[in-house]
């Protein structure tokens, strides 16, 4: 099987810093990748690259076989990496309902002189994009926010905004950077089911960055473990919970004195 | 409390149609007996411009007659026709709301500037006042754009509006006028009045060329680094006008042909209104609001941040420039002077009094300072107290202004106000309309 998305022999210095060494990624359609490693280890940045907030110093990076290196944040995210952050970043002035439109900015073709004077193209599309949006909110069960601030919103239903918004940019690989992060056991159990719905009903592949095992190995077919921006194991769940190496990043040496 | 409560339950039943009539009766009245009767009887030597604010802060003598002549005039015959007039108004409005809403809009609008040409067409200065008013709601209108809605601190609207002045200042002075500067004119003066919406474009084109200088910066800096290139903007075209004695240097440049009666600005008030509230309200519009509260996730949710700043740069300077032909051809002199650091002032206190990220917001602040200005003109140096006072407390109960991040609901604003329907649906306080209902 060819790979959606594929990182080949990434490196990135932050002046002097090497932040990643020699990174390198096959996401199958649909495939869930985990991506686990303490903190500080470049899992963040590794996403901030491939989605082109930062443009890697080496290595190449292609999306259904097409050059996305060097592309800007925009472009790569309308050729379908969508994803959410860690730190929920939705605008504070805004409805949730609106938070879902915007991200559908690149299908919109009217153009600002369309949108200047409302031509019946304008309003044609935007009618379109606010019906897709319901379908999203429904979906993602927060429709009866919809008219909402987003910030009067309890913090999963935000996640959930964040979520929905990221999958109205109708992506191909999801990047979702710790998704449960802040979230009661309620809301974890809640939100594998909606990642598994997801996956489902979008037949996306989704990338994620997250902490907790039992989540990492619930929902992932493959997990990339990352130490000082180096890969140190890789595999398939199983291989990767009895991975000495791993065990020995996390919990630290066994003394055997 | 009570009072007001009561009165808001009176007249809650009043659609926007009823007050129209009402103030169309109180001008009317005051166009046919104002001055012979009313203002005669009560003692005051003439029509009182500003609803007596005038004289009363000159003559405190005046006090009663002005009060007095503002009950007679105003306040007694809307309140009373408006009310009254319910019984016809709301069918009538209930029937516009079968029209399409641009329909029922461009109706409430014609009234509307039928009352406004009726009340200003009492004598010359109120007309000056008007066309200032609309000139202003322009100009606030346009940097809510860049200040509310994109979220950036831009000092240099004057210097926009100064390019849009003198270009279309130029382009109307070359063409229709034998001037000193420019020489004969180049076309028939009966052709001045067609081609001056095209020298009014051109003019915001100018600015919006000129914003760039702007624009471009902010894709890398914001906050209080972008406000001083701004302000630096600003300084260098009224500068640069300052130098340039071609187009009459620091003495400035007069004698622009009369192109923009009342009429004119408040068609081009309203197109300007009409064309930012469908931009704002669109998603390329509100593109802007998620720039300012996130760029990061913006970018990352496909929308193009450096065609979004750049568009809210150039729109809004396109209607500076635009505000400032007008401006031009109602003052029919401009000189730098006029477009520096005290035209930045007034502007910022009308868009940040009336609030942030809302077109209703900034009409409120453009009207109320500007009125507010003219009223305490007698108090001189006072006034220049009060206002400031009065931004202060406003700043203080209402942080983004006095309207901030509302928009028209023109449908709302224009709708029947006794079909129970529309009350209870939208409007849960509204205890008539409970009553009539029986919930």
């Known amino acids: 099987m060819s790979a959606l998305l594929s990182v080949k022999n990434m490196t990135h210095y932050f002046g002097g810093l090497r932040a990643v060494h020699n990174y390198n990624l096959n996401i199958a359609p649909q495939q869930i990748t985990g991506l686990i490693g303490p903190n500080g280890a470049g899992k963040t940045t590794i996403f901030n690259l491939i989605t082109g907030v930062y443009t890697p110093t080496e290595g190449t990076i292609t999306l259904e076989n097409e050059n996305i290196k060097g592309l800007e944040t925009n472009e790569i995210a309308a050729k379908g990496l969508g994803r959410t952050f860690q730190n929920l970043a939705l605008w504070r002035h805004m409805n949730v309902l609106d938070h879902i439109k915007m991200a559908h900015y690149s299908q919109l073709t009217y153009g600002l002189f369309g949108s200047f004077f409302n031509t019946p193209t304008c309003r044609r599309e935007e009618a379109q994009v606010e019906e897709n949006s319901y379908r999203l909110l429904e979906l993602f069960d927060i429709k009866q926010h919809a008219n909402q601030n987003v910030t009067n919103l309890p913090y999963g239903a935000q996640r959930r905004v964040e979520m929905a918004r990221a999958m109205a940019t109708n992506p191909k690989v999801l990047f979702l950077d710790e998704p449960t992060a802040g979230m009661t056991p309620d809301e974890l159990v809640q939100m594998i089911k909606i990642i598994r719905q997801v996956h489902e009903d979008f037949k996306v592949a989704i990338f994620l960055i997250e902490h907790r095992m039992k989540f990492v190995m619930d929902l992932c077919q493959y997990i990339q473990t990352l130490v000082f921006g180096e890969i140190i194991a890789e595999g398939p769940p199983e291989e990767i919970q009895n991975n000495p190496e791993v065990i020995e990043a996390y919990l630290g040496k066994e003394d055997l004195t | ?439």
């Open chain 2, 1 to 439: 409390m009570e009072f007001a409560r009561k009165f808001k339950r009176v007249f809650s039943t009043v659609p926007m149609l009823g007050w129209l009539l009402g103030t169309l009766v109180a001008v009317l009245i005051e166009y046919y007996w104002g001055y012979d009767y009313i203002s005669y009887y009560l003692g005051l030597p003439k029509i009182p411009v500003l609803f007596g604010a005038l004289i009363m802060l000159k003559k405190p003598m005046m006090i009663p007659g002005a009060i007095g002549y503002d009950m007679i005039v105003y306040v007694i015959p809307i309140l009373l026709v408006a009310k009254v007039s319910t019984r016809f108004t709301n069918p009538l409005a209930a029937s516009f709301e079968r029209l399409p809403l641009w329909t029922s809009v461009l109706i409430h609008l014609v009234f509307f500037y039928a009352i406004l040409h009726l009340w200003a067409g009492i004598n010359d200065y109120r007309v000056l006042i008007v066309k200032l008013t609309l000139i202003s709601i322009i100009l606030t209108v346009s940097i809510n754009v860049i200040n509310g809605y994109q979220g950036e601190f831009s000092c240099s609207h004057p210097g926009f509006m100064a390019l849009g002045a003198y270009t279309s200042s130029i382009i109307t002075l070359v063409l229709f006028v034998n001037d000193k500067i420019f020489g004969t004119a180049l076309l028939p003066a009966s052709f001045g009045p067609w081609i001056f919406p095209f020298a009014l474009l051109a003019g915001g084109a100018a600015a919006a060329l000129g914003s760039l200088l702007v624009a471009v910066p902010s894709f890398r800096t914001r906050g209080d680094y972008l406000a001083i290139i701004s302000l630096a903007f600003m300084f260098i075209v009224k500068s640069a006008v300052e130098n340039l004695n071609v187009i009459g240097g620091a003495r400035g440049m007069g004698g622009q042909p009369d192109y923009a009666p009342l009429p004119i600005i408040f068609i081009w008030t309203m197109l300007c209104i009409w064309v930012v509230h469908n931009f704002v309200s669109s998603i390329m519009g509100k593109a802007l609001n998620t720039v300012r509260d996130d760029e990061a996730a913006s970018e990352s949710m496909t929308i193009k941040t450096r065609k979004t700043k750049m568009t809210a740069f150039m729109f809004g300077a396109f209607w500076a420039g635009v505000g400032g032909g007008l401006f031009a051809h109602v003052l029919a002199y401009i000189n730098p002077g006029m477009f520096s650091i005290n035209r930045l002032a007034e502007i910022l206190a009308m868009v940040y009094f009336g609030g942030l990220n809302s077109i209703v917001g900034s009409i409120v602040g453009a009207v109320s300072i500007n009125v507010l200005g003219e009223a305490l003109r007698p108090l001189e140096l006072f006034k220049w107290i009060i206002i400031p006072l009065i931004l202060i407390f406003v700043m203080i109960f209402r942080p983004y202004g006095l309207i901030s991040f509302k928009e028209i609901n023109a449908k709302r604003l224009l709708r029947s106000k006794n079909n129970p329907k529309n009350l209870v649906k939208s409007d849960p306080m509204n205890t008539m309309a409970k009553d009539k209902l029986g919930v």
